[in-house]
C-alpha cells in the first residue's frame, strides 16, 4: 500500500469496490460473497483509481473492524461515505482533484464533508432515500415534459448541486 502512495497521481480519480477472487476457506470472514461480481467469492478491496485505471490507494473490507475501534472518521455518515473520506485523505493535491463514486457511497452530507474537510470537488449518483430536504421532479413529470427535460435543486451556501 506504501508503494501505491508514492506514485505521482492524476487529478481525476474513482472510488469502487472490487473483489480479489478467492475460492479458499482458510481466509474466515475477510472472504466475502458478492453475487453481482464476475467473481461471486473473493476479498472486497475498496480503491481510489486515477481515469488511467491505475489504483493510488485501497482499503480491504474487514466487516465492523474496517476502521478500527471507532465506526469510522465521521460516524454519521455511514460506511460507504467514510470509505470515501478514508481514501480520500491520501490525496496529495485535493485542491485540485474531483472524486467521482456510485451510489453506494454518495450522499448529500458526504459531498458536503469532502469540501469543507478537504477542499475536494466531487460527483455521484445518489439514491433517492438520500436526498432529503432536496425536492426534484418525479419520473412521471421529466416524462411528460418529453426527451432533454431536467429538474435541478442547488444549495448556495453548502454549495451543492442536484441534477436529474
Not at 28 to 40: D, I
Not at 57 to 82: E, I, W
Not at 136 to 141: A, F, K, T
Amino acid at each position: 500500500m506504501k508503494k501505491c502512495l508514492e506514485i505521482e497521481s492524476e487529478n481525476m480519480f474513482s472510488i469502487d469496490e472490487m473483489i480479489v477472487p478467492y475460492k479458499g476457506t482458510k481466509a474466515g470472514s475477510l472472504r466475502q460473497y458478492l453475487p453481482s461480481k464476475p467473481h461471486h467469492w473473493g476479498f472486497k478491496i475498496f480503491v481510489r483509481a486515477g481515469i488511467s485505471g491505475m489504483v493510488y490507494d485501497f482499503l480491504t473490507y474487514t466487516g465492523k473492524s474496517t476502521f478500527g475501534t471507532g465506526q469510522g472518521p465521521v460516524k454519521d455518515l455511514g460506511v460507504g461515505a467514510n470509505v470515501v473520506i478514508q481514501l480520500c485523505k491520501t490525496i496529495k493535491n485535493p485542491l485540485d482533484c474531483v472524486v467521482f463514486f456510485d451510489n453506494f457511497f454518495t450522499s448529500l452530507p458526504l459531498i458536503v464533508h469532502l469540501k469543507e474537510s478537504l477542499g475536494l470537488r466531487s460527483l455521484g449518483t445518489i439514491r433517492k432515500n438520500r436526498l432529503k430536504g432536496c425536492t426534484l421532479e418525479d419520473d412521471r413529470g421529466l416524462l411528460r415534459q418529453g426527451r432533454g427535460s431536467y429538474d435541478y435543486w442547488m444549495d448556495n451556501e453548502a454549495e451543492v448541486a442536484a441534477v436529474k
